[in-house]
Structure formats: C-alpha cells, structure tokens
C-alpha cells in the first residue's frame, strides 16, 4: 500500500468511533470601534513603527519628503502622486538590496492588532519587493481600515499570497526581549490617508 | 543541532535533578517564563471573548480530527490545483528521504530553513547532513542552538536557556564574520544575525519550512514569524518544500479568524506576531512542495482521551507557566516537545519503551495552570493520568492496585479491610518496601486513625 492510502486508512479505523462536533462561533466577528484610525495609529504605534494620519491631500507631500535622497522602490500600479520624487531602483534582488526603501499601498488594515496585510495587488509589490529592502513606507487608505482580525479575514482573498505585518521585523529570542529590526525592513512607517 | 534527542539516557527525574543544580539556567528560565507569563495575561485580557475563541478553536482542531481523511484529501486536491506537489510521509525516514530526494533534484547542496518542529521532530537536518545536504537554520535563537551544538529546550525560543552573555560568546566563537567589538546587547546581537544570513537568504535556491497551520477549502499553509527570517526564505529561493503534520489542518479559511488570535496571543504575548506568511501553491514562480507527515500522529488519534494532544498548536504557554519546567528546564524532557505538551505528547508518538519517555508522564504536578492558559484547551492533566495508567509499572504495584480496586470496589469489603488496618495501625510502616518504594520517596503514608469514619458515624450519628 502506498503512504497516502496507508495513512488515511490509520486515520478512518482510529477516528471510526470519535464523536461529531460542532463549532460554537460566539466569539466577536463585528466589533464596533468608534475612531478606528485612531485605534489603528495607537496599535502600529506599540510596535514602534512611525505612524502619521493625514489628510489625502496632504499625502503625496509627505511623501515627497519621506523619501527624499532615498533609492525606492515603486510597485507596479501604485498611485503616481504617491511615488514621491525619488530615485527609482531596478527589480533584480541585487538591486532591490541595494536599495533604501520601497513604497506601497496595502489590500487592508486591522486596528485591533495594528496590522497591515498586503496582498501583491496594484501598489503593493511583489512580496520581494516589500521585504529585501531596509525601509517600508506603507499607504492605507482609511476605508481600508477593519476592527477586527474576523473582518479582515473576510475581506482577503487566500489564493492571492499575503503577507500581514505588525510594527517592524523583530525578535524575541534573547531573554524574551523584543528587539526590533532582523531580516525584515528595520523601519516601519505608515501614513493613514484619511 | 548537531546531537539526536532520540535514545538520550537517563528520565526525567534524573535529568531534572542535574538541571536545577545550574544556577545561571534556572536564572535565565525563571526571568523568560516570567516575563512572557506577564505579556500573555496582558493581550489576554485585552479580548472580551477570549473564551468564545478558545471554545471555537478547540472545536475546530476536533472536527478536524474527526474527518481528517476528507479534510487532507481537499487539501491536497486545493494545493494541486494551484500548481503545488504533494507528498505523504508515513514516518520520520520516509519524510527524510523524501525532502533530500527533492533537494538533490535540483542539483543544490545547501539549504536555508525556516524553524519547524516537524523537521526537529523527524531530525531531518542530520538526516540531510548524511545525504551531504547542509542546512542552514536562519531563525535567531534556532541559530544560537545550531551554531553552540546544543539542544533546543523551549518550542518557541529554542536558545531560552541561554543569556545574551553567552550568545555573544556563542556568536564570536562561531562566526567568523562577527567583530570583536560585539557587545551582548540584544539588538547589537540581532545586528550580527542579519549580517551573517543575509547574503545566504539572498543566494540560497531551496528552502525548508513547516507550517503553522494549512487550510484544506483553499489549500493555503500559513507561517507566523516574527524576524523576517521567515518571508526570506518562503519568498526568495526558486524551490520550497514544506513539511508539516496532517494534524496542521483547520477546514475552512474562515477558521484562521480564531487562530491568528489565538496564537500570537498564547505565543509571543503580542496582538500579533511582526510577519504573517500566506500561500497557495506555487506562487510568484516558485517550485512548491508540501510533504505531509504522520510519524506516529494517527497512532495518538485513535487513543480517544490522548487524541486531544493534536489540538495543539504549539504556542508554548503550557510550558511558559509550567512550575516543572521553569524549574527543570527544557533538556530534562529528551525531546522537542518540552513542558507540560511534551510530556503528552513525545510518550503517544515515541511509544514508552525507554526509561525517559516513560517517565515523561509523572513530570508535572497535576496543578492545571498548563490546561487553564492552553488557547485549545487540551486537558493536559487528564491525558497525564491517562498515560500514568497505561505507563509502565513494577508487576507488585500493579498487584497492589488490583487488590485496592477490589477492596475499594465494595462497602462490605471496605468497612473489614478499614477495621483491620486500624487493629494494626501500630506496625504499618511510614516508608513502604522495594518497588512500592516510589510512592514513599517523597511523602510518607498517611496515619490511620484509632476508628475509621464509617464506623464512628455508625456509633454517633444514626437515626
């Protein structure tokens, strides 16, 4: 008998007796939350990452003056006002780990746990793109902002890849201390447009 | 890790006796488990139904179990269908042979890892080492243990047993690269990690990971980091194999709403761990392999009271809280699965012929602080009498039991036995003889009384 068959044989003689179960879902799958981008710049705060909520039409500006003299990267389909002046850099993985930074838009946001997810769409890069580079300045829009981890689990799309990210790369492995900045981007910024 | 936890000599009192004698490692533990005890109670707290979602999750892992066939059928038919390959590892051996099948297949030597116990659990890093296959671990503290040729001895923070001190002796001894200057501050150690992996992440054509969990309606498996270590090597090499256990599964996408709560909570002590990996089959261009294993998983699904085990989802709280552990260490348990987990579950997958795994289910003191911050809710408690019961014992104690179970089976037979034994109160011993001496090591036997309960409400209090 093959491994496939042979363990889902083991599995249907073992479990042949085990009860039926049903999943109670009582826990919260809408959370009401007054100012959620408030909520939202309070939680990316606690992760040490720089947050600044603005109003759209003070975005591209800030921009502008965030990625000053940096070398970005800028994703395909990102907004044009919020590629900033700078100097492009090249796709290759050479070239995107000599850049400084990279600039993307996300596919949504969670005030509850100040996370950010990006789902390789328009504006948010290949999933190279927004890691191989030191500094990830991040856009979100403030309609793209959900209370809750339920609420953005319903609003993503598992067969695109995503990547959900809270505060900058950090680690715990020395004595429980959380230090930020390994592998991933060692600066985090966002800027909520609202 | 360079050792093999199977066949380590010794049990567990006897390792635990040598560990608490090591000052500096009982300092380090106590400050960790501390520390992470205080952040999880926090982010706990912060969740108004935080019983709700730990109520979903454990009945989520049970339905899972209960039609795990079906379930790891539509996974592998979802992975499939999105350009991935899919392969069934009966055991350790066959996962092994498998993984370095696919390694030599594309002609690499070397491959970067992403943490996993699955691939601890099958030693599959020794096993590549034979094939001539070197396997880097990148995350920091699996890198601490790999590079000091140590033992992991916590689930989440494998190195918990060392103190920046000995880190930064660890990584001036071991890579070359390191500057002198290297001070023992965290992020100065940090900063030394990412300059020695860095170059590899950026060249390595084959990478290796597990997954936290895996998703049979759409076929995506999901990694939770927190150093970025993960999306390095999920994302950049050409070819990623995954290994990971039939019993990652949960049945729907929706169910990753109770997990990613659950989770980082439970493990880290934060809202969210930094980085959150999803993927479906082949992405971005990439060679997709997932090798799904069993090793023993199906042999603890048909025990109905230590099936619970596989609910697990390897957060580590039970050990952050455990009074055995912060005091034994991880080491003491010979296996990857430390703390109050292990002891249920390496004695199911392992069987309990040697001494050690054996031993496993008597470390613990049955206080149920590990059931109680367990996000699954296993009743680790229940599953250790369980196995007490179907431990190992001395032919005279078990002859013993059976005597008391017929004696206590009976009020008749009960109220002459209590009689007897208050006749001879005087020369019952306070330490028992030869293998019955096990019971008495530690406490002594209770004093009987000049008349049993029975028989003085019998004098006072009947009608």
């Known amino acids: 008998m093959n491994a496939r068959d042979e363990i889902l044989g083991r599995i249907r003689q073992a479990v042949r007796d085990a009860p039926e179960v049903e999943i109670p879902r009582a826990y919260r799958t809408r959370t009401s939350v007054a100012d959620l981008v408030g909520l939202f710049a309070e939680r990316v705060d606690d992760y040490r990452a720089i947050v600044h909520v603005l109003p759209s039409a003070e975005v591209p500006d800030k921009i502008t003056e965030l990625v000053r003299g940096r070398r970005m990267v800028v994703p395909d389909g990102l907004p044009p006002q919020w590629a900033g002046q700078a100097e492009r850099a090249g796709g290759s993985l050479a070239e995107l780990d000599a850049a400084d930074g990279v600039v993307t838009g996300c596919a949504v946001a969670i005030a509850e746990t100040g996370t950010i997810v990006l789902d390789a769409g328009p504006g948010q890069g290949?999933?190279?793109?927004?890691?191989?580079?030191?500094?990830?300045?991040?856009?979100?829009?403030?309609?793209?902002?959900?209370?809750?981890?339920?609420?953005?689990?319903?609003?993503?799309?598992?067969?695109r890849p995503l990547t959900w990210i809270s505060g900058p790369s950090a680690t715990s492995d020395i004595e429980l201390n959380r230090v930020e900045g390994v592998h991933g981007p060692r600066t985090l910024e966002v800027i909520v447009s609202t | 890790m360079s050792g093999t936890f199977l066949g380590m000599p010794g049990n567990f009192p006897e390792n635990a006796a040598k560990a608490v004698q090591d000052s500096q490692l009982r300092y380090n533990l106590r400050k960790a488990t501390h520390t992470i005890r205080g952040k999880r109670a926090n982010v706990v707290g912060e969740l108004p139904?935080?019983?709700?979602?730990?109520?979903?999750?454990?009945?989520?892992?049970?339905?899972?179990?209960?039609?795990?066939?079906?379930?790891?059928i539509q996974l592998e038919e979802a992975v499939t269908r999105a350009g991935g390959h899919v392969h069934w590892a009966?055991?350790?051996?066959?996962?092994?042979?498998?993984?370095?099948?696919?390694?030599?297949?594309?002609?690499?030597?070397?491959?970067?890892?992403?943490?996993?116990?699955?691939?601890?659990e099958i030693e599959l890093n020794e096993a590549l080492a034979e094939q001539g296959i070197t396997a880097y671990e990148t995350d920091l503290a699996e890198l601490i243990v790999q590079l000091g040729d140590d033992f992991p001895s916590h689930i989440l923070v494998p190195a918990i047993h060392r103190n920046r001190a000995e880190i930064r002796e660890i990584f001036l001894d071991k890579m070359p690269e390191t500057p002198p200057g290297l001070t023992d501050e965290p992020a100065a150690l940090a900063e030394a990690a990412r300059l020695h992996l860095r170059e590899r992440f950026?060249?390595?054509?084959?990478?290796?990971?597990?997954?936290?969990?895996?998703?049979?309606?759409?076929?995506?498996?999901?990694?939770?980091?927190?150093?970025?270590?993960?999306?390095?090597?999920?994302?950049?090499?050409?070819?990623?194999?995954?290994?990971?256990?039939?019993?990652?599964?949960?049945?729907?996408?929706?169910?990753?709403?109770?997990?990613?709560?659950?989770?980082?909570?439970?493990?880290?002590?934060?809202?969210?761990?930094?980085?959150?990996?999803?993927?479906?089959?082949?992405?971005?261009?990439?060679?997709?392999?997932?090798?799904?294993?069993?090793?023993?998983?199906?042999?603890?699904?048909?025990?109905?009271?230590?099936?619970?085990?596989?609910r697990c989802i390897r957060c580590s709280a039970c050990l952050n809280v455990c009074p055995v552990y912060e005091r034994a260490g991880g080491h003491a348990y010979g296996s990857v699965y430390p703390g109050p987990i292990g002891a249920i579950l390496t004695p199911q997958l392992r069987g309990m012929s040697s001494d050690l795994d054996a031993s496993l289910p008597y470390a613990s003191s049955l206080c149920g602080a590990c059931y109680e911050v367990c996000p699954v809710a296993i009743d680790i408690p229940e599953v250790l009498v369980h196995l007490r019961g179907k431990?190992?014992?001395?032919?005279?104690?078990?002859?013993?039991?059976?005597?008391?179970?017929?004696?206590?089976?009976?009020?008749?037979?009960?109220?002459?036995?209590?009689?007897?034994?208050?006749?001879?109160r005087k020369l019952v011993p306070k330490r028992l003889p030869g293998p019955l001496s096990a019971w008495t090591d530690t406490r002594d036997l209770p004093d009987i009384p000049e008349e049993s309960f029975r028989d003085w409400w019998e004098r006072h209090e009947r009608p």
């Open chain 2, 391 to 424: 431990a190992p014992h001395n032919p005279a104690e078990r002859a013993g039991m059976r005597v008391a179970g017929w004696i206590l089976d009976d009020s008749v037979r009960l109220g002459k036995a209590q009689r007897l034994a208050t006749r001879f």
């Open chain 2, 90 to 120: 009966r055991d350790a051996a066959e996962a092994n042979r498998i993984v370095a099948d696919l390694v030599k297949a594309t002609g690499e030597s070397e491959v970067v890892k992403v943490k996993s116990m699955a691939t601890q």
């Open chain 1, 126 to 159: 290949s999933r190279a793109q927004t890691l191989v580079p030191d500094y990830h300045l991040c856009v979100v829009r403030a309609e793209q902002i959900v209370a809750g981890v339920p609420e953005a689990v319903a609003r993503l799309d598992p067969a």
């Open chain 2, 202 to 310: 950026l060249r390595s054509k084959v990478a290796i990971s597990g997954a936290n969990f895996m998703v049979a309606e759409t076929g995506t498996l999901v990694v939770l980091e927190s150093e970025g270590n993960g999306r390095m090597c999920l994302t950049l090499p050409e070819t990623l194999i995954s290994v990971v256990g039939i019993e990652k599964l949960v049945p729907a996408w929706r169910d990753l709403e109770v997990f990613l709560q659950l989770l980082p909570r439970s493990s880290t002590g934060e809202r969210m761990n930094p980085y959150t990996s999803m993927w479906t089959g082949a992405v971005e261009g990439q060679d997709f392999h997932l090798v799904l294993l069993d090793n023993g998983r199906t042999g603890v699904l048909a025990d109905e009271v230590g099936r619970q085990a596989l």
């Open chain 2, 49 to 72: 139904d935080w019983t709700e979602l730990r109520a979903a999750g454990k009945a989520i892992k049970d339905e899972t179990l209960r039609h795990l066939d079906r379930y790891l």
